[in-house]
């Protein structure tokens, strides 16, 4: 019978979320800056957009115009979400550090080299959070395609309880969306190597998320009270 259940909102609840992201997110101000350097390239080529945890869902709806293929985690509750990208537009693919991780970075890598755009959450399924993990280094050094990085803020936002405090800007909230100049990954690292990319591109993304942050005058949102509305 659980399972029954289980497969019942499996078929409602992405398709119900969908539809409400897309209005709920609709009502928001977006103010975006340096943007140029991804649109101008994705005229043309593939590449990998990054970004924390805490930002997927309001991203999903971002790149709807932009359909990417997206790293979901393999658990089962993780079939809501890969449900959720499938419709707004996204190929899920299903892996984690600790589950199916090393297959899903293979198809991710396939996807990119045959015309499609990569997302990924660049602190893992599960954390620490806004600590990048290998995985977007190694896509981007097999691939050669440029990483992206990316990160939001909102002046109203809800602050989940959730590892990453997961944020969903109210409506008719200010968002202030900020990406990073490509970053290039060279082929054939060594594990120092992968290491020195991975603080160099967990600290870009910091840098982008301080920014937006700032931008709209709230703290940064791990250092809010959980569940805050403002």
């Not at 008719?172 to 990073?180: D, E, K, R, V, W």
Request: aromatic letters at 12%; glycine letters at 8%; one cysteine or more.
């Amino acid at each position: 019978m659980a399972d029954f259940w289980y497969r019942c909102s499996l078929a409602i609840v992405p398709r119900l979320a969908a539809g409400l992201i897309r209005i709920w997110f609709a009502t928001c101000r977006l103010r975006v800056h340096g943007d140029g350097p991804l649109r101008e390239y994705v005229l043309h080529d593939t590449g990998i957009a990054a970004f924390w945890h805490y930002s997927f869902l309001y991203f999903f709806y971002y790149f709807r115009k932009f359909p990417a293929a997206v790293m979901v985690s393999a658990s089962k509750d993780g079939e809501y979400i890969a449900q959720l990208a499938r419709h707004l537009g996204h190929v899920p693919v299903r892996g984690s550090s600790n589950r199916g991780g090393v297959k899903a970075l293979r198809e991710m890598i396939d996807l990119l080299q045959k015309g499609r755009n990569s997302a990924i959450v660049a602190d893992g399924s599960q954390g620490p959070a806004r600590r990048l993990q290998a995985g977007c280094i190694l896509m981007a050094s097999k691939s050669g395609k440029p990483i992206f990085p990316m990160a939001w803020a909102a002046d109203r936002a809800i602050v989940f309880k959730s590892w990453d405090r997961t944020v969903v800007p109210l409506p008719f909230a200010t968002i202030a969306l900020y990406q990073g100049e490509p970053f290039y990954v060279p082929p054939a690292l060594s594990s120092t190597q992968v290491e020195e990319y991975r603080l160099e591109l967990e600290q870009r993304l910091n840098s982008l998320y301080d920014k937006a942050w700032q931008e709209v005058g709230r703290p940064p949102h791990d250092a809010a009270v959980l569940g805050e509305t403002g």
